[in-house]
T-cell receptor, first 116, second 110 residues
Framework: ETGVTQTPRHLVMGMTNKKSLKCEQH?????MYWYKQSAKKPLELMFV???????ENNSVPSRFSPECPNSSHLFLHLHTLQPEDSALYLC?????FGTGVKQPQHFGDGTRLSIL | GQSLEQPSEVTAVEGAIVQINCTYQ??????LSWYQQHDGGAPTFLSY????GLEETGRFSSFLSRSDSYGYLLLQELQMKDSASYFC???????????FGTGTLLAVQP
């Protein structure tokens, strides 16, 4: 139990569908992140939120739309995805930002997304 | 650009010591972290180095040399449960974002 819960654990969708991934953290953190993990590739940062404000968008296509209604919840809305978007999507949270200070990120178990 | 390099696979036996190296090239650097990920699971934080030297946490130690852009994770008294992927990650920028390496798959054999 990492304190970060992601739902659903698995999702299969067609390219024309719209779905959302949900992340909830129970750690009292104020920063949240979305990462994409594809086979044979490093984890790729997608978005960073601090106190519900998006502070980083790592050149992610607009078919991925994040939403952070409060500091405990983070969503990733998906629409018109492509087969290459099939991957494990990981959510993480941290206490905040600090240069040179240990601020470990706590990850959820991820959502395994398959695009047909 | 930013990149991190680490070996793709390492094999060791129970009770042994293994070192996983990581070299990095980044435009901004605040620290080097290590994460463990068992197959299909959440990456979990192991250690963090912001300054040169060795940090020890139980059986795991991590080392950083900022001048060499190099670090390593040292795992001692290996156990079967240590079989997992290990990722180094650089913290860069004001948003605490992590840039990850491609991961090292450690296989511990009896």
């Amino acid at each position: 139990e990492t304190g970060v819960t992601q739902t659903p654990r698995h999702l299969v969708m067609g390219m024309t569908n719209k779905k959302s991934l949900k992340c909830e953290q129970h750690l009292g953190h104020n920063a949240m992140y979305w990462y994409k993990q594809s086979a044979k590739k490093p984890l790729e940062l997608m978005f960073v939120y601090s106190l519900e404000e998006r502070v980083e968008n790592n050149s992610v296509p607009s078919r991925f739309s994040p939403e952070c209604p409060n500091s405990s919840h983070l969503f990733l809305h998906l629409h018109t995805l492509q087969p290459e978007d099939s991957a494990l999507y990981l959510c993480a949270s941290s206490q905040g930002f600090g240069t040179g200070v240990k601020q470990p990120q706590h990850f959820g178990d991820g959502t395994r997304l398959s695009i047909l | 650009g930013q990149s991190l390099e680490q070996p793709s696979e390492v094999t060791a036996v129970e009770g042994a010591i293994v070192q996983i190296n990581c070299t990095y090239q980044t435009s901004g650097f605040y620290g080097l972290s290590w994460y463990q990920q068992h197959d299909g699971g959440a990456p979990t934080f192991l250690s963090y180095n912001a300054l040169d030297g060795l940090e020890e946490t139980g059986r795991f130690s991590s080392f950083l040399s900022r001048s060499d852009s190099y670090g390593y994770l040292l795992l001692q008294e290996l156990q079967m449960k240590d079989s997992a992927s290990y990722f180094c990650a650089v913290s860069g920028g004001a948003t605490n974002k992590l840039i990850f390496g491609t991961g090292t798959l450690l296989a511990v054999q009896p």
